[in-house]
C-alpha cells in the first residue's frame, strides 16, 4: 500500500476570483470542444468564424433572425430559472410551452374577445394555459410530495400528445387538411419591426427579463427564493412562507414557459404547428445554468445560444451539418462546466497516511 | 377475433422491449442512488451504432455488440461527472442525453432511411407449432427471450447476492456502506455503466431488431417513459419488466384498432400510459407506505468528508 492517499474537501468559501476562473476555463474548455466537434462534422475552418460569428450577429439578416429565435428562448431561460432557484425540477418547459401556443391558437380559433383586445387575450391565455399545466406537478409536490421530475416530464409528453390531437382532428388547417391550425388573422399577429422577422414580441422579453431581476435580486421575495433554495427546513424553521413562494414562482414558471409558446404562434409561425417547442426544455435549463442562475445574464446568454441556432440552420443548408450538432455541443458545454465546477467546490490534496499508532493517540 | 389478438400480442414485444430493458438499466442505477437523465441519449446512440455497423458489415450482431459498448461507454463519462466529479447529477444526465442524442444525430446523418438485413425471428423447434401462443411466444428474436433473462438476473442480483446487497446498501445509505468496506464509487460506476449497456441494448433492439432501419428521433421520448417506468415499477427489475409490457401492449394496441378500422381518438389514447403513471405515484406517495419506496440517498452525491 502506498503511503500517500488523495483526499477530497469542501471548500467553506469559494473567493470571487477562483468562481470566475473555473466558470471562464469550463466555458472556453466546452465551446473549444463544440468547435472541434464542428470541424470534425465537416465545417470548412476557413470559413467558421464566418459562421458561427460574423454572419448571425454583425450581419443585418443573419442578427434578426438569431434575434427572432432569441425572444423564445429568452423566456424558457427565464422559465428555467424561476423554478431551479427554488430546486424545483421543472423538466416539463416544453410541455408548458405546448399548453401556451394551444392557448393562444384557441383564443385566436375561436375569436374570444373584441377585436382589439384579441392579441392581449392571446398572450394572457397562453402564460394562463402554461402555469396550469404546472399546477398539476406542483399542487402534486406540495400536497403528496410526489417528485415534480417525472410528473413534470410526463406531463410533457401528455401535452405534446394532446397538441397532435388537435393538429390532426379538430384544428387541422381546412385550406390543404395539414396538421397545422389556420393561420391567424393580422390582428392575432405581433407586430413585424421591419427587421427581418423579429417582432415587438422582443420588447416584452425584455421587460419581463427587468422585472424578473428586481424581482429575485432587489425584492423580499428573492430574498426568500435564495433562502428556500439553499435550505428548505432552515427557510420554514424561520418562519418564511415556504409554500406561497414556492407557488408563486412555479406557476410563474409554467406562465412564462407558455407564455414563450404564445409568442412562437404570434410572432413568427402566425399558427400552430408541430415543431416549435422541441428540445426547449433542455436549452432552458442550460441557458439558465449558463446564465448562472441571474435573470439579467440570460439575455446575452439566450441570444449567444440563438446565434449558434442560427448558425446551425446555415451550417445544415450549405455543409449538410444536422441540426443535432446544436443539441451536441449545448450537451458538451453544459457538461464541461458542471465539471469545471469540482475545483471550485472542493479541495484536493495529498496527504500522508498516518502511522496506525498515531491514530490511536489522537482518538 | 384471435387473428387480432395474435397480432396485437405479437407486435407487444417490438414496443415492449426497449422500454423494458432501458428501464431495469435505470433501476439497477438508481438502486445505486444514481439518478440518470441521460437514457434517451444512450439509447439513441446505442440505436444508431448497431444500425450503421449492421449496414456497413452486415452482421446484426457486432452492431448490437458495439451498441452495448457505445452506451456503456457515454454511461461511463457521465458516470465520471457524477461520482468521481461529484456533479449535480440531473444536469449532468441532461447534459449525457443531448451529448448521445447530438452525436446520434450527426454521425448517422448519412445513413438515415437505409433498410438493412436486421435480427430474424428464432423459431424454437416445434415449440413454434403450438396453436395460439407457439407464434406468440416462440416467434421472437433472440433479445426478447433475453430480456425476459435480465430480468430474472438482475432480480436475483439485487435481491438475493453479496454484490447486489452492496449496490442497495450504497443506494440507501453511501455513508454507512462505506464504513462497513464498500468502495461506494466503484459501485456507483458499475452500476451506471451497466445501466448505459442495457440502455445501448435497448436503442440496438429498436434499430436492428424491431424495424431494421434507422430514421432520425428514433427513440422519440422513450427513455423518458423508461425513466418513469422506473418509478411505476417502484425500483423493482421485474416490476419494470413487467410494467414494460404493459405500456407496450397498450401501445402496441393502437395501430392493431386503426389497422382494423375502429375510430380510436389515439392520441388521447396515447397519453393513457403517462396518466396512469401520475396516478401510480400519487397512490404510492398517499398510502405512505416506506417499503419499495425510492432509495433514500437516490440523487445525492455522497463526499466521505461530509460524513457524520
Redesign the interface.
Known amino acids: 500500500m502506498s503511503n500517500f492517499r488523495l483526499?477530497?474537501?469542501?471548500r467553506q468559501q469559494v473567493s470571487t476570483l477562483r468562481s470566475a476562473a473555473t466558470y471562464i476555463l469550463g466555458l472556453l474548455v466546452g465551446l473549444g470542444c463544440g468547435v472541434l466537434?464542428l470541424l470534425a462534422?465537416g465545417a470548412p475552418a476557413s470559413t467558421l468564424m464566418d459562421d458561427l460569428v460574423v454572419q448571425v450577429f454583425f450581419s443585418a439578416r443573419g442578427l434578426a433572425q438569431t434575434l427572432t429565435l432569441a425572444v423564445p428562448l429568452i423566456m424558457v431561460g427565464l422559465a428555467a430559472l424561476a423554478a431551479m432557484r427554488l430546486r424545483f425540477?421543472n423538466?416539463g418547459i416544453e410541455g408548458q410551452l405546448w399548453l401556451g401556443a394551444i392557448g393562444a391558437t384557441l383564443v385566436a380559433n375561436n375569436d374570444f374577445g373584441s377585436e382589439a383586445l384579441r392579441l392581449p387575450i392571446m398572450l394572457i391565455a397562453s402564460a394562463l394555459a402554461g402555469a396550469i399545466w404546472i399546477a398539476v406537478p406542483l399542487l402534486?409536490k406540495l400536497k403528496?410530495?410526489?417528485?415534480e421530475?417525472?410528473?413534470t416530464?410526463?406531463?410533457?409528453?401528455?401535452a405534446y400528445?394532446?397538441l397532435?390531437?388537435l393538429l390532426?382532428?379538430a384544428w387541422k388547417d381546412p385550406v390543404n387538411s395539414f396538421p397545422v391550425s389556420p393561420r391567424f388573422d393580422d390582428n392575432e399577429q405581433l407586430a413585424s419591426l421591419g427587421f427581418g422577422n423579429l417582432h415587438s414580441g422582443i420588447y416584452l422579453a425584455l421587460a419581463i427579463t427587468l422585472l424578473m431581476a428586481v424581482l429575485v435580486q432587489k425584492s423580499r421575495t428573492g430574498f426568500y427564493i435564495d433562502v428556500i433554495g439553499h435550505n428548505r427546513r432552515t427557510a420554514l424553521a424561520t418562519g418564511i412562507p415556504v409554500t406561497a413562494t414556492l407557488t408563486l414562482m412555479i406557476l410563474l414558471s409554467g406562465a412564462l414557459a407558455g407564455l414563450a409558446g404564445g409568442l412562437i404562434v404570434t410572432g413568427v409561425e402566425h399558427r400552430l404547428t408541430q415543431t416549435i417547442g422541441i428540445n426547449t426544455t433542455?436549452s432552458g435549463?442550460v441557458i439558465a445554468?449558463v446564465a448562472r442562475f441571474n435573470p439579467l445574464a440570460i439575455l446575452p446568454t439566450a441570444i449567444a445560444l440563438a446565434g449558434i441556432y442560427n448558425a446551425g440552420s446555415t451550417l445544415k443548408v450549405f455543409y449538410?451539418?444536422?441540426?443535432?450538432?446544436?443539441?451536441?455541443?449545448?450537451?458538451?458545454v453544459?457538461?464541461t462546466l458542471?465539471?469545471v465546477?469540482?475545483f471550485r467546490?472542493?479541495r484536493v490534496s495529498l496527504l500522508r497516511r498516518t502511522p496506525p499508532q498515531t491514530a490511536r493517540q489522537i482518538t | 377475433m384471435e387473428q387480432f389478438i395474435t397480432h396485437w400480442l405479437g407486435s407487444t414485444p417490438a414496443f415492449a422491449i426497449p422500454l423494458a430493458l432501458a428501464s431495469m438499466g435505470l433501476v439497477l442505477c438508481e438502486r445505486a442512488g444514481v439518478l440518470n437523465m441521460g437514457a434517451e441519449g444512450y439509447m439513441s446512440l446505442g440505436a444508431m451504432t448497431a444500425a450503421v455497423l449492421t449496414l456497413t458489415l452486415g452482421n446484426p450482431a457486432i452492431g448490437i455488440l458495439c451498441a452495448v459498448l457505445a452506451g456503456a461507454t457515454l454511461a461511463l463519462v457521465f458516470g465520471f461527472a457524477v461520482v468521481v466529479m461529484r456533479c449535480e447529477q440531473i444536469l449532468a444526465g441532461l447534459a449525457t442525453m443531448a451529448v448521445g442524442l447530438g452525436i446520434a444525430g450527426v454521425v448517422g446523418r448519412s445513413y438515415v432511411h437505409k433498410s438493412f438485413e436486421g435480427l430474424q425471428p428464432l423459431d424454437l423447434p416445434w415449440l413454434d407449432q403450438l396453436p395460439l401462443v407457439g407464434q406468440l411466444l416462440f416467434h421472437q428474436d433472440i433479445l426478447v427471450y433475453l430480456t425476459v433473462l435480465i430480468g430474472f438476473a438482475l432480480w436475483f442480483l439485487l435481491e438475493h447476492t453479496r454484490a447486489g446487497l452492496k449496490i442497495r446498501a450504497v443506494g440507501e445509505d453511501p455513508a454507512s456502506a462505506d464504513v462497513a468496506g464498500v468502495q461506494v464509487q466503484v459501485q456507483q460506476l458499475l452500476a451506471i455503466t451497466a445501466s448505459g449497456a442495457l440502455c445501448g441494448l435497448a436503442g440496438a433492439y429498436l434499430s436492428v431488431a424491431s424495424s431494421s432501419i434507422w430514421v432520425d428521433n428514433m427513440v422519440a421520448g422513450r427513455g423518458w417513459i423508461a425513466l418513469a417506468l422506473v418509478v411505476f415499477a417502484r425500483w423493482e427489475p421485474l416490476k419494470a419488466l413487467a410494467g414494460a409490457f404493459l405500456f407496450g401492449a397498450i401501445e402496441a394496441l393502437l395501430p392493431r384498432l386503426q389497422a382494423i378500422g375502429i375510430p380510436a381518438p389515439i392520441y388521447l389514447m396515447n397519453m393513457l400510459p403517462y396518466l396512469f403513471t401520475i396516478a401510480v405515484l400519487l397512490v404510492a406517495a398517499c398510502s405512505g407506505s416506506k417499503k419499495g419506496m425510492e432509495p433514500a440517498a437516490l440523487g445525492q452525491p455522497y463526499v466521505r468528508q461530509d460524513r457524520h
Open positions: 483526499t477530497l474537501e469542501r466537434v462534422a425540477w423538466v402534486l403528496a410530495n410526489v417528485n421530475l417525472v410528473v416530464l410526463l406531463l410533457s409528453n401528455v400528445l394532446l397532435q390531437h390532426f382532428g433542455f435549463i445554468f449538410g451539418i444536422p441540426d443535432a450538432i446544436v443539441v451536441l455541443i449545448q450537451g458538451i453544459l457538461l458542471l465539471m465546477q469540482f467546490s472542493y
